[in-house]
Nanobody, 119 residues
């Protein structure tokens, strides 16, 4: 299993970024996928999930209305569009498959992609 996140960077408050996560080594299209983040000194937080077909999404209250999760099963890729970014969104962002509320590949986290929101 390999999960490769990309698209992070430094952005000013109010700005936007689009993260990508390329997955391989498992049948991507059958799994619900998720984005998580970990801020300095804090635990990993679930940000958003998307069903295998893409028809059902869920968001943490802190990002609802600002972030949009999507997926392309033909490309084995899940995305996170982040708008109206705030300094508190600063974190390393990771993706993984999720099932019954738990991460499927807990031993295969990617390197993550750093998002820094600062003026």
């Amino acid at each position: 299993v390999q999960l490769v996140e990309s698209g992070g960077g430094l952005v000013q408050p109010g700005g936007s970024l689009r993260l990508s996560c390329a997955a391989s080594g498992f049948t991507f299209s059958v799994y619900r996928m998720s984005w998580h983040r970990q801020a300095p000194g804090k635990g990993r937080e679930l940000v958003a999930t998307i069903s295998s077909s893409g028809g059902d999404t869920n968001y943490a209250a802190s990002v609802k209305g600002r972030f949009t999760i999507s997926r392309d099963n033909a490309k084995n890729t899940v995305y996170l569009q982040m708008n109206s970014l705030k300094p508190e969104d600063t974190a390393v962002y990771y993706c993984n498959a999720i099932r019954n509320g738990g991460v499927v590949y807990s031993g295969s986290w990617g390197q993550g992609t750093q998002v820094t929101v600062s003026s």
